[in-house]
């Protein structure tokens, strides 16, 4: 299988368009990333990044490896970021279950790795994202 925005595309499109601007907003105050695609950053940039982040990778991601993706993301972002992978779960395994339905159409997205109860892994990672957000973003007034 192969991502379309893979490494030789990233880097084909990396070279036509540039560096990728700053867009730096100060409404993004934590981020949690699942089953991510790194290739479009340097490790530069991500070293750079200034708000908490928590990276899920998935143990049989066959489209963003994870040796070149999520583990490469954690270890180049800050110090302080949190790296979890995901035992037994695929690329698609972090989206919801679909319907009965909607899984016939979905293909690939709607099959899971041996193993992984997609509904109970959403409960722990979930809770888990709580947590996180809860620790990271201080209490005080929304906008």
Do not use: W
Not at 52 to 66: F, I, K, Q, S
Not at 128 to 133: A, D, H, R, V
């Amino acid at each position: 299988k192969f991502c379309s925005f893979g490494g030789a595309a990233t880097r084909e499109a990396t070279r036509k368009l540039g560096d990728i601007p700053d867009v730096h907003d100060s409404r993004v105050r934590a981020i949690v990333l699942m089953a991510p695609n790194a290739a479009p950053f340097t490790d530069g940039v991500l070293a750079r990044v200034t708000v908490p982040v928590r990276v899920y990778g998935a143990e049989h991601d066959d489209l963003t490896l994870v040796r070149y993706h999520a583990e490469r993301l954690a270890k180049a972002l800050p110090p302080q970021t949190e790296y979890v992978l995901v035992p037994r779960a695929g690329h698609f395994s972090f989206v919801a279950r679909y319907p009965r339905i909607l899984a016939l159409l979905a293909g690939d997205a709607a099959q899971d790795p041996p193993g992984l109860d997609r509904d109970a892994m959403h409960e722990v990672v979930n809770s888990e994202i709580i947590g996180f957000f809860d620790r990271k973003l201080p209490p005080g007034p929304t906008r």
